[in-house]
């Protein structure tokens, strides 16, 4: 399974546009729930990701290897 995820912060009018080109590429969105925390230290291992996940009620622990790009900014 291969995952794409981007960060940054977005402007309401910018949030509205991709909420939109998202919409018509992958339908309707879902409307979750979520509580995330992740464990990271970008000193010691840049390809590891730890994450409990707490989602509608239903918990996970998720690990995520793997090279990331720009992962120091």
Partial sequence: MNEIECWGL???EIFEAKLEEFTKA???PKIKKRLSVAFWDP???KNNDLQVRVTNGHCEVI???GKW???NN
Wanted: hydrophobic content about 15%; cysteine-free; proline content about 7%.
């Fill in 43 to 45: 000193t010691r291992d």
């Fill in 26 to 28: 992958y339908g309707e």
């Fill in 69 to 71: 790009e720009n992962s």
């Fill in 63 to 65: 690990m995520k290897d």
């Fill in 10 to 12: 977005l402007s309401p």
